[in-house]
């Protein structure tokens, strides 16, 4: 790296594969627990869409891919909104949640599926195929509105696993320096 060059900034591989585990152990909670609580259903859905939210964000701006780039940075930001929402009434509001996941699983659908047809990505049929679940997914939350909790728990636990079953594998297939960590330019000799 020249001396005036700037290190690529980026979501390290390690934060993508934390981030989908977290996500994936989220929703086999959600499955293993059917019957927990609405408030312990809408605590753990709103602290994982904003960490996912957060994720989105973070790895869009540090992307040197410029396609989808701010339809990335809104849709985690709609779902670090949609988190707080969900967090501030966890125990009022199962139609909130039920919007607030239903619609977020869509626009993050919709989004990878752009994503995917826009080219410049060397995942594409993965990301497709996460999309399409998201959106798959998310249309029978926001049809179903008044599904039981423990429906409701097992349809959000899968698309957590799902989603987190691609954000590992997403972070596992990242290669490069930016895969590892942050670069820290080091002057040349």
């Given amino acids: 790296m020249a001396a005036g060059d700037r290190p690529p900034i980026g979501v390290p591989a390690w934060a993508v594969v934390a981030c989908g585990a977290i996500s994936a152990i989220a929703g086999v909670l959600a499955i293993a627990y059917p019957k927990i609580t609405l408030l ?18 973070g790895e869009a701006l540090g992307d040197e891919d410029a396609d989808g780039k701010t339809l990335r940075v809104v849709l985690g930001i709609f779902a670090v909104l949609g988190g707080i929402v969900v967090l501030r009434r966890p125990g009022e509001t199962l139609l909130v949640l039920v919007v607030a996941l239903g619609a977020w699983l869509i626009v ?8 995917s047809l826009l080219g410049g990505t060397e995942r594409r049929v993965l990301v497709a195929f996460g999309g399409v679940i998201d959106v798959a997914l998310g249309i ?6 008044e599904i039981s909790l423990r429906t409701l728990a097992t349809i959000v636990g899968i698309a957590f696993v799902i989603h987190g079953g691609v954000l590992v594998a997403r972070g596992l297939r990242r290669k490069g320096p930016a895969a590892t960590s942050l670069q820290v330019a080091t002057p040349s000799p």
Avoid: C
Wanted: charged content about 5%.
């Fill in 108 to 115: 993050s659908g919709l989004v990878e599926l752009v994503r």
């Fill in 140 to 145: 029978v939350v926001l049809a179903l509105p």
């Fill in 40 to 57: 312990a259903l809408a605590l753990i859905s709103g602290i994982n869409l904003m960490i996912l939210g957060a994720l989105a964000v």
